[in-house]
Each structure stands twice: as structure tokens, then as C-alpha cells.
């Protein structure tokens, strides 16, 4: 910590500012993802969002690879962080809250619009051969020297086969359900209790009833 303190202090102002304007770019390329979709994100667009002129955009990513490359990193790095920051209050719950806090706090977070960005990237990758390889060379970078790959780890739950199970189900069945986007808010209500249930049952939780978790916040992004 002392260490980057004592590196941000060695940078000079134009570095500084160079930084700054590389972030600022960065969060319009994410900002115009969201508003627009990544097929109809452009040059323009991202500058007009960002304040700054085409050439001094270029100027931090001459290609368009640097761009989507920086930004798909940032995207990933922003996910750990808000996990880890939503995760955070759960330590010290009784395994039922635990799992049931998890399921909510888990579908909240695919709704940021940070998140919603990185999923559309991630669909557009399925066809976009270049974006494709941004992802799996930004995975690697990202996770290593990390010991697991898992992106939903509640404080608490210890990996066994079970819970592992337990967490695909969990991020496979929310993810998938962000994306399609129904605007049913009470279809969405019905999964996430059936899911809290089967949890249940795979982590030899008892429980009587299921707590309601998700209100008006969690609802999907129309």
C-alpha cells in the first residue's frame, strides 16, 4: 500500500492528468455501451461522452483493440471489487441469510450498469472474434495469482463439491435472467424463491420459510 502511495506521488501533473483522461475515456466507452449497445458505439460517441476531441482519445488508445482491451479489464476489476464490497456485510450471517443475502445481493449487482455492459461485451464476443480474444487474454491477466476463479464466493460457505454446484447453479441461472431482461418482476420473484429452495437443499440448510430479499431495487433494468 505504501508502495503505490509513494508511486502516485512520484508521478508528475501530466501524468496524472494523462491518467484521469484515460479513466474518463474508459467510463464513456461503458456509459455508451450501456445507452447504446456495443454494435452501435462508435469514435464519435465515445469522445462526445467523454468531452474530448477524436485525436486525444487516439491519442491514449490509437486502436480501437487498446480501447475495448482497456476497458473490458476495467469492467472485470470492477466486478471483483463490487463483489467483494457486496460480499463484505455477509460475514458472521447463519448459513440460511447467508444464502439467501447472497442469491439477492448476486442479482442486484448484475443490475449496475457497469455489469449490464460487461454482459453485453461478453454476448458480443460469442461473434466478434477480436473481442473474444480481449476476454480470454484479460482473464488471464485478472486471475492470476488469485487461487480460485470463482466470482461468487459468500463469506463463510466452505467449497465442497456441493457448494460449488451451488454457485454455478446460482450465477448461471442470474446471469442468464439478467440478460434476457423480462420486465415480469413477479416471474423474477418466483425463480429467485425456487432457487433460495433448491440452495436449501443442496447445502442441508433447514429452514421453514424463505425470507423475502429482493424490493423495488432489484428489479430487472427495463
Not at 5 to 28: C, E, H
Not at 35 to 47: E, K, R
Not at 194 to 216: A, N, W, Y
Request: charged share 30%; net charge positive.
Amino acid at each position: 500500500m505504501q508502495e503505490k502511495r509513494n508511486s502516485r506521488s512520484r508521478k508528475t501533473w501530466q501524468q496524472r492528468k494523462g491518467d484521469k483522461t484515460r479513466v474518463l475515456i474508459i467510463n464513456a466507452v461503458v456509459q455508451c455501451i450501456f445507452d447504446l449497445g456495443y454494435a452501435n458505439i462508435s469514435t464519435v460517441n465515445i469522445a462526445k461522452q467523454a468531452g474530448v476531441s477524436r485525436g486525444s482519445m487516439q491519442n491514449y488508445f490509437p486502436h480501437r483493440f487498446d480501447l475495448i482491451y482497456a476497458t473490458v479489464r476495467h469492467l472485470r476489476l470492477k466486478r471483483l471489487r463490487l463483489l467483494e464490497d457486496q460480499e463484505r456485510p455477509l460475514f458472521g450471517c447463519d448459513k440460511q441469510t447467508l444464502i439467501e443475502k447472497s442469491v439477492d445481493t448476486y442479482w442486484q449487482h448484475l443490475h449496475s450498469p457497469s455489469i449490464i455492459a460487461f454482459n453485453e461485451l461478453r454476448t458480443a464476443a460469442r461473434t466478434d472474434h477480436q473481442l473474444k480474444d480481449i476476454f480470454a487474454l484479460t482473464k488471464i491477466e485478472i486471475n492470476r495469482g488469485r487461487q480460485t476463479e470463482i466470482e461468487i464466493n459468500p463469506p463463510g460457505l466452505m467449497l465442497s463439491e456441493e457448494s460449488l454446484m451451488a454457485i454455478l447453479l446460482t450465477k448461471y441461472l442470474l446471469e442468464r435472467m439478467a440478460i434476457n431482461g423480462s420486465k415480469d418482476f413477479h416471474v423474477y420473484r418466483k425463480v429467485l424463491r425456487l432457487l433460495k429452495s433448491q440452495l436449501h437443499k443442496m447445502l442441508d440448510v433447514e429452514t421453514d420459510s424463505i425470507r423475502e430479499g429482493i424490493d423495488e431495487t432489484c428489479k430487472p433494468t427495463p
